[in-house]
């Protein structure tokens, strides 16, 4: 039943095609921007959740 309501749909090959091009582009701009951020930092962000001096949240 599936098949034939597709089949009817014209240009329905293209939908793959740009979810396929989202997909690709939204990694390669992830991989971009992470080879890219500056050590510093990576260095400042990996250390947040250790530092009891910079909280925002209030202990109860």
Do not use: A, G
């Not at 701009?29 to 260095?43: G, L, Q, Y």
């Amino acid at each position: 039943m599936y098949k034939e309501i597709l089949r009817s749909i014209e240009n329905i090959e293209i939908y793959p095609i740009i979810s396929l091009i989202i997909f690709l582009s939204f990694f390669v701009c992830m991989f971009i921007w992470v080879v890219r951020t500056p050590k510093d930092h990576i260095k400042h962000m990996e250390s947040l959740p250790f530092d009891d001096q910079d909280s925002t949240i209030k202990q109860l």
